[in-house]
């Protein structure tokens, strides 16, 4: 009996399940093309969260630069309108800083011992804050004991903090998203924070 | 009793906090769950109401043809300051690939503090704006105060011969992509801002990107 039943329930929800039908799937299509398309004429690069895909692409004048691969994502909030949202910054608790040359003790040795600002000093866990009160967390596969143990503190934000947020930002008559996204090595993930300067356009579809 | 009675107010203070936060994180949840039935509704609702199905689709073939016609034309150049790797491309095919260096992000500021240097690698669109076979280079001022020496006022001591490799390519502003003697130091971010790349690349990036070539930096 309870497996008919999942089957029904299971059969029920795919059948009147908006997010699946075609003129849905047909609608997105539009507005990404729209959104795509106002922000393939202009001079800048963009980004485009593919979430049905689990992809992030770099992209500008509609080509491909760059692709990172999302491990696992989740939301919180309302759903983010398929629109080009500017990225308005990035939050970590340790960011990078650049040298400053010493004039006096330049010489041609010292180029080589420069202390450049390179992806590796990137940060691997940081948030994105959008336009439109959409928050991206962003955070590599955990690896070591350090990084599980962010890893929990983060699920329990996730999932004690983001409801309530939801409420007060529901109270105040404010769009408010969260989403969160795993990626597969800290490397990727330093390369987005890299590649990802504020001021630039995303679209999450 | 005395106890017993603070317990009980223990246990009803923790239990009425514990209760509120529950409702709070449900109210927190349903609402989540109404937004995204809100959303979808609307957006099928408003937008199916005027144009029929078949003329969306119709749309949409016409807008990715629109963003297809955007993409570049011929091969361009992209260049990843992360990992410090230039891209030859042609539509989606790599035709060369190179280890380059780029900005070291450092900061030179002039002593007495009138100016000041951020060496980065400009992010963004750029194209090929100038081509240049055994270029010299004109030293700025950020050169000179970097080696600490006086800013000279004849233009001839600016020149310098040899630093930039066989061939450059200016992308606007002064940054070029041209060649280097430190060889070894290629994927690694230590320039004032240009892209250094190794001989046989730069050639091959000199012969294949004619003026005009767009160039993505990111």
């Known amino acids: ?205 | 009793m005395v106890k017993k009675k603070s317990l009980v107010i223990f246990f009803i203070i923790w239990g009425g906090l514990f209760l509120g936060f529950i409702t709070l994180e449900s109210i927190g949840y349903y609402i989540g769950v109404q937004h995204r039935a809100y959303w979808k509704a609307k957006s099928r609702d408003t937008m199916i109401g005027k144009e029929g199905l078949g003329e969306i689709e119709k749309r949409n073939k016409v807008l990715k043809e629109k963003l297809e016609r955007l993409s570049p034309k011929g091969v361009y150049i992209v260049i990843d300051t992360a990992n410090n790797t230039l891209y030859l491309k042609k539509g989606s095919n790599i035709l060369w690939q190179s280890l380059v260096s780029s900005g070291s992000g450092n900061v030179l500021e002039e002593p007495g503090g009138k100016r000041k240097w951020v060496f980065d690698t400009p992010r963004g669109e750029f194209e090929v704006k100038a081509k240049l076979k055994d270029p010299t280079w004109l030293k700025p001022d950020w050169s000179f105060i970097e080696e600490g020496e006086e800013i000279p006022k004849n233009i001839k001591e600016r020149i310098e011969v040899g630093v930039l490799g066989d061939y450059a390519l200016g992308f606007g502003d002064g940054y070029f992509i041209h060649g280097t003697l430190y060889t070894r130091l290629l994927g690694r971010n230590v320039t004032h801002g240009c892209i250094r790349v190794g001989d046989e690349d730069l050639k091959a990036i000199y012969r294949a990107a004619p003026i005009g070539t767009k160039i993505f930096i990111f």
């Open chain 1, 1 to 205: 009996m309870l497996p008919q039943l999942i089957h029904f329930f299971i059969v029920l929800f795919i059948s009147v399940n908006p997010l699946w039908s075609k003129e849905t799937i047909v609608l997105e299509e539009k507005q990404l093309f729209e959104a795509e398309l106002s922000l393939a004429q202009k001079p800048k690069i963009y980004f485009i969260f593919n979430i049905k895909e689990k992809k992030i692409h770099l992209k500008a004048r509609g080509s491909l630069l760059r692709e990172w691969e999302i491990e696992k994502i989740r939301f919180w909030g309302n759903p983010v309108p398929i629109t080009p949202f500017s990225l308005v910054k990035k939050s970590t608790p340790f960011t990078a800083k650049r040298e400053s040359i010493k004039p006096d003790n330049y010489n041609e040795k010292n180029e080589f011992e420069l202390q450049a600002l390179e992806s590796i000093y990137m940060p691997t866990s940081y948030s994105l804050y959008m336009e439109g009160g959409v928050l991206i967390y962003i955070r590599p596969k955990p690896g070591g004991l350090i990084s599980q143990l962010y890893t929990l503190s983060h699920i329990y934000k996730w999932y004690t903090i983001s409801p309530l947020q939801t409420v007060w930002f529901s109270l105040k008559k404010r769009s408010f998203t969260a989403i969160d996204i795993v990626l597969r090595d800290k490397k990727e993930a330093q390369a987005l924070y890299w590649a990802f300067l504020e001021g630039l356009e995303a679209i999450i579809f």
